[in-house]
């Protein structure tokens, strides 16, 4: 369509940059058992990313006839929500979890083009928790501090959540470096709105094995 070859004229989509990293099925969320609600996390690695969180809902039905082709990625939670350099949108999601309760929560580095030897650290890195059901966000998103999750250097690279509501996030932090110490586990206290981090030399990749 045009907007596919204006997007692909532009640079602002490049196929072979967009790589999925993370997928959630959103399980009973859908009235319809026919049909499956799937989210995906394609991060900025490179340029030409249009959106880095999306979302895709499959009829089951037609995949009693083979696997499904070409299936369109929708942004989400919406087209506005992806702006490169809007500090209040979404810039690189590697990863996301979703509650028991349907709220999706998105770790989002802030970063750009981490892996071009040009990284853009426009904005902070963040965590925004989002309904499932109507897109709409559950509560203000969270700014990581800088003695939490360094700007420049922080790489947030999955999540996990626990508790009834989801009340204690688990982050990794890959390549933060606070104090000469890089890498570390991140928490987040959803009802006090908190954040920590936690390094062991343990957690230090083997000598020649880090990239």
């Known amino acids: 369509n045009n907007v596919e070859a204006d997007y692909l004229a532009s640079g602002q989509y490049t196929p072979a940059t967009n790589v999925i990293t993370g997928i959630k099925v959103n399980a009973g969320v859908s009235a319809n058992p026919q049909a499956a609600e799937v989210f995906l996390a394609v991060p900025r690695w490179f340029g030409g990313v249009p959106s880095t969180l999306?979302?895709?809902?499959?009829?089951?039905?037609?995949?009693?006839?083979?696997?499904?082709?070409?299936?369109?990625?929708?942004?989400?939670?919406?087209?506005?929500?992806?702006?490169?350099g809007n500090c209040t949108a979404l810039q690189y999601v590697q990863s996301f979890e979703i509650d028991n309760d349907g709220n999706m929560w998105v770790i989002d580095n802030g970063s750009?083009?981490?892996?071009?030897?040009?990284?853009?650290?426009?904005?902070?890195?963040?965590?925004l928790i989002i309904d499932t059901a109507t897109g709409e966000l559950v509560e203000e998103p969270y700014i990581f501090p800088e003695d939490v999750v360094p700007r420049s250097t922080g790489f947030?690279?999955?999540?996990?959540?626990?508790?009834?509501?989801?009340?204690?996030?688990?982050?990794?932090?890959?390549?933060?470096?606070?104090?000469?110490?890089?890498?570390?586990?991140?928490?987040?206290?959803?009802?006090?709105?908190?954040?920590?981090?936690?390094?062991?030399?343990?957690?230090?990749?083997?000598?020649?094995?880090?990239?």
């Open 156 to 211: 947030l690279n999955d999540i996990a959540v626990s508790g009834i509501g989801g009340g204690l996030a688990y982050i990794t932090d890959m390549t933060g470096n606070v104090g000469g110490n890089v890498g570390a586990l991140i928490t987040y206290q959803r009802e006090t709105r908190t954040s920590a981090r936690f390094y062991d030399p343990s957690m230090a990749a083997e000598p020649g094995l880090s990239w």
């Open 54 to 84: 999306n979302r895709l809902t499959l009829d089951l039905t037609a995949a009693q006839g083979g696997p499904i082709q070409d299936p369109p990625l929708e942004p989400f939670p919406s087209w506005e929500m992806q702006e490169v």
């Open 112 to 127: 750009v083009d981490i892996f071009t030897g040009n990284r853009t650290d426009t904005c902070p890195p963040k965590l």
